[in-house]
């Protein structure tokens, strides 16, 4: 059984069912992304296997225990979780904003130790925003704002973490920096959920690819052997092949213009 | 630590040291000044003797233990509680605006007092519970109207709220003196806000609720920080944002009624003196900012009535439209200088 694993899980928010039944498995040192087209239920499916989400069918088990019986604080020491659209407050610094990674490890009064400090300092120079700690969040790039997100889920120390579009608002050098940071954390040995549109990264990053297509995981494996034509002609409706050496380098080859 | 954070640090101590030092003299003037000037050297014996417990009596003792003490103690406590509570709602609701206005409370706290000063002025005794009473049952039915839905308790729902239940309490409280209009002047004189107080039984009575709200709000600051990076990361973190909104806003109700049965409405404080202290220090950290502004909230109200009681001495004037007098300038200047 996967660290994390997830099956047959359905989701319903007021009058919508976003998830007809998705599966998702992760384990250590692994680098599994979840993909497929707007609106299939990618993100859904990633803050219900992060426990954010109440399921209505299916189950999210975590080293065997379900989701539901593991407290909010608790998980938060088993996953980081990192929202698409965080907010940037004004008046908060990368370093404090880091050091609040640290709020699962204490006790309600308790004040930050040494080892806290360690720790989000040893989550910000891997994350590689050490150089800009003392600097206000408004004032960062959308690359290293999402780097310092990385750095807060760092800070938790969890064997998962869970990034749910984390460069989908990015430029092409961020997101390749941001490509590398994540695989490198799964070769840390970290277990690393990716919610990505962007198949050529998948493709280039991830051990296992989840297709998702109208809330319903539909494919599961290697990207390689996943994300071939039929399927992108399939769940995305377009004619399109993706191209793969096994060592990063990837790309995408659509026919833009003449669908069909 | 990098010159830049070097500069934050020192920015943040020299407010805390200056909102320390503008306490020590607004409470040293608020206790020496008023219509009879009483000497700082006699206003230290008289509270020595007082602390000791040496019941020598004079005058100027009467004057200070009886009158000048409990009054600016009552300054001290509401400026301390609106400041905390204009952080909390700020914080919990991540609006600039929030106030206790807006989750309804002030204008629950003006109906029950209203309802002594205007239906029952017999029994003016009542009317700090009563503005207690109702700004609390306000706060209340904001979050149960809140509380449902998909989105129960998030932002919007709550402020939506806060303003129908606001209106609602608003009119009543229109109505009412619209049909009591030979009473009304004593009820402008409440809504305006005035820390004429009725000495320390008032004080004792409403205390309590006020420390509770103070220990409830220190206890919510790292949730609050949790909550300023959004409702996503703070629920990852393992803190339900619902229920640290809802605590904060119960917090602040407290805070706010209580001050509101002290003093009347001194609304405008709890908006303005977080932001204050977020322009000055540079930081919005609740674990700064919250006690920050308890401080600097206390400084300023005391101060303020020290000024509103001396300029016309020994006419008094409202304390609520001359702290708008003292605080707008300053704040003008603080986000002139900000933005």
Known sequence: ?260 | MDAGAARTEVRRIIVVVGALVALAAAVCCSLAFGSVTVPVSEVATSLFGWLTGDHARGIDREIILQLRLPRTVTALAVGASLGVAGAMLQGSLGNPLASPDVVGVTGGAAFGAMLVILLSPGHVALLPVSALVFGLVAALLVIALSWTGVHRGGVGRLILSGIAIGAIFTAATSMLMALHPSRAPSAVMWLAGSLQTEGWPTIRNVAPYLVAGLILAFTLMRPLNRLALGDEVAASLGTSPRVVRVLAIIAAAILASGSAALAGLLGFLGIVIPHAVRLLAGTSNNTYVVPVSALSGAALLTAGDVVARTVKAPLELPVGPMMVAIGVPLFLWLLRKAV
């Open chain 1, 1 to 260: 059984m996967a660290f994390l694993e997830v099956s047959g899980a359905e989701v319903r928010i007021g009058d919508k069912q976003i998830l007809r039944g998705a599966d998702l498995a992760v384990d250590a040192g692994q680098l599994v992304a979840v993909v497929g087209p707007n609106g299939a239920g990618k993100s859904t499916l990633a803050r219900a296997a992060a426990g954010l989400q109440k399921l209505s069918g299916g189950s999210v088990r975590w080293d065997g225990v379900d989701v539901g019986a593991i407290r909010a604080r608790r998980l938060a020491l088993i996953r980081a979780y990192i929202p698409q659209r965080p907010r940037v407050p004004e008046g908060v610094v990368v370093r404090e904003a880091v050091l609040i990674g640290r709020s699962p490890h204490l006790r309600p009064l308790e004040r930050l130790g040494a080892h806290d400090r360690d720790a989000a300092e040893q989550a910000m120079e891997r994350a590689g925003v050490l150089a800009f700690a003392d600097r206000p969040l408004t004032t960062l790039s959308g690359g290293e704002l999402q780097r310092v997100q990385i750095a807060i889920g760092l800070a938790q120390e969890a064997p998962v973490l869970m990034a749910d579009e984390p460069t989908s608002a990015l430029d092409l050098g961020a997101t390749s920096a941001m490509a590398r940071l994540l695989r490198g954390l799964a070769d840390d040995g970290l277990a690393v959920v990716l919610v990505v549109h962007d198949l050529a990264l998948a493709a280039a990053v991830a051990d296992e690819v989840v297709v998702l297509s109208d809330g319903r995981s539909v494919a599961t494996g290697p990207p390689h052997e996943v994300l071939h034509d039929q399927q992108l002609r399939d769940v995305w409706h377009v004619d399109a092949e993706l191209e793969a050496d096994g060592r990063g380098r990837t790309a995408l080859h659509v026919r833009w213009l003449d669908a069909g």
